[in-house]
Each structure stands twice: as C-alpha cells, then as structure tokens.
C-alpha cells in the first residue's frame, strides 16, 4: 500500500512538472515560493499570523504569477496536448479554480473591513496591526479549507487515495520544488526562458 501510495505520488509530481512548468521564469518563482514557504513552516509553530502573511503574500503570489502570467498557455508540443485538456485533467486546481480561491483570498480583507467582527467572531479591530493580524488568521483558514475542500472533492470524483496522495503533495511541494528548480534562476540569468530538458525527460518516460 505504501510503495502504491509514494508510487501515486510521483506520477502526480511528474505531471504536474511536464505538464505545468516549462518556463523558467515560473520555475525561478516556484523556487522563491518554495523557500518563503519553509519559512513559513518553520514560523507556523512560532507565530501562524506571520507564518499566514508570508504564505499568501510572498508564497502564493510568486508561485501563482508564474502560471497564470508566464507559463506557456499554447499548444504543448513537449506532451501533445492543448491547454484546454491539461487544464481538464489537472488533479489539483487548475487556472479558473484557482481564479476563485485567490479571489476569496483578495476580498477577505474588504469583508473584515466593511464588518470589523466578521459576523461577530472577531474583537472589532482597533489599529491596522489588528487588522492585518485578524486578516492573516483569515487566510489560515482560507489556506487550509482549500486544501481540505479539493482534497475531499477528490475523494467523490476520483477516489480517496488520488485525494491524499495530492494533499500530501501540496503539503511537501515546498520541499520538492526547492530542489527541483534550484538552478532555474541560473538558466533564466543565461537568458533561457523555456525549460529544454522537459522533451529529452518525456519521450524518455
């Protein structure tokens, strides 16, 4: 069951790379992101307000800027696939689901600041460091719903194991991704803007 599971879990990895991460310039924020979010780990235990701003605020916006601004969005040659398919097929969130999530995420702070008690679970706000940190206890909740709620989506439309494999992927992305994409800011600094290896690795596998 194990070797299935961490077997599962590779296969998702690697789609998710060939598939989703051919500029390099995305990767180079991947690689960003990776390393904001170990921080952010590390913080969780010692502070989760902080630990949730430098998540969305530096995280989830260079990992995110990077698909929806420079990740090739024509034909992929490289898998013989359209973007229209690969965004069908995405096992996690794909473009317009991530749209609505980063949406919430954005007007999170509107509703707070329009009703300081957010429907009378918070203490109103009295200065902007209370409002920033009620905000980052917000989006802990928003962070972690959205990955709670795709994982169990998963559970009706694929199965359970396709839901745990890709929550336990999202959770050690930040760990995978530093190493993975460690030289891409190395590549784009010598002007390479699409990763070449991914065909070589493709018509390999």
Known sequence: ?????LEALRTQRWDDHRYYHHSRINQSLHFVSA?????????????????????????????QAGHFFFEPKGYDHVNQATH????????????????????IWALSPLVLYLDPTLFG?????????????????IWLVVGAGGLLFRTIHLFFIRDVETGLVWMTKI???????????????????????IDPGLEKHVRAA
């Open 35 to 63: 390393a904001s979010f170990l921080i952010g780990y590390v913080m969780l235990y010692f502070d989760p307000v902080a630990s949730a701003l430098i998540g969305w605020l530096v995280s989830m916006t260079t990992r």
């Open 171 to 193: 959770l050690t992305d930040p760990f995978n991704d530093l190493v993975l994409y460690r030289k891409a800011p190395l590549f784009l600094l010598k002007g390479e803007l």
């Open 84 to 103: 229209e398919h690969k965004e069908e097929i995405k096992v996690g969130y794909n473009l317009q689901r991530k749209i609505v999530l980063m949406t």
């Open 121 to 137: 679970m918070f203490k109103p706000w009295a200065s902007p460091a209370d409002f920033m940190r009620q905000v980052a206890k």
């Open 1 to 5: 069951m194990i070797k299935n599971f």
